[in-house]
């Protein structure tokens, strides 16, 4: 319920609170500094501009200012440089140790332009006391553009990921070539065998390699695979024999079979090498 009798605040009185305040809470001015607050001792760590070590920064300043490198003004440059160093010595000593080393090097540089030059022939000129830290600036800023350069150059697990392709495998069989050797033995194996039911029959008979060629492929029209020394099943003799095994070569010769083999010493196989219509 409203109260209508209540005032409305001052828009100045507001103002005032406002500009008193330390901070606010949820939406609240805050006068003063609560008793139980607790703040850590990095909460209020201020960050700087993070450089990579004394000559990065010194090099910051300098490209910032467009100054000249070969011609840098080493009181306004040491000045900067020791504002940098005063604030990173509050809050990290050890960090402002390596900085130190730099502005003391500066300093040395500064105070060395300020001296009055000899004028003893004896005594020869050392040259631009800053010479060697251009020398430094210089070789620094080199090699970080070429950092600079190098990362830009597109990173396998950063800018890409390598393409992975699974191969099903096992759907495409791929069977062993057959050596020579291991028809030589199947071959071997079949004239033993041949020689067993060999008979003393002498006489003049005529053997065609292309009626045997044709044999093999009608025998091999029924069956898919057929077993090498199941070829020669039933040959009477070692002539016959013979030209069978030839004649099963000109079908290999002409790709019209195929000798498989499972795998080494495994039994061989022939098969046609096209599927009949």
Known sequence: MIDEGAQAPDPAHLDEVAAAAIA?????????????????PDALEIFLDAFEGPLDLLLYLIRKQNFNILDIPMAQVTLQYLEYVEQIRKSNLELAAEYLLMAAMLIEIKSRMLLP??????VEDAGDPRAELVRRLLEYEQIKLAAVRLGAIPQEGRDFQRPSLTVEQSLTPVLPQVDPHDLQRAWLDVLRRAKLTQHHRIGR???SVREHMSAILRTLQSQRFVEFGELFAGSASVPIVVVHFVALLELAKETLVEITQAEPFAPIYVRLAYSPV
């Open 205 to 207: 008979q005529e053997l």
């Open 24 to 40: 606010r809470l949820y939406g609240e001015p805050l006068l003063r500094m609560p008793n139980d607050l607790y703040i850590p």
């Open 117 to 122: 030059k000899r004028q003893d022939d004896l």
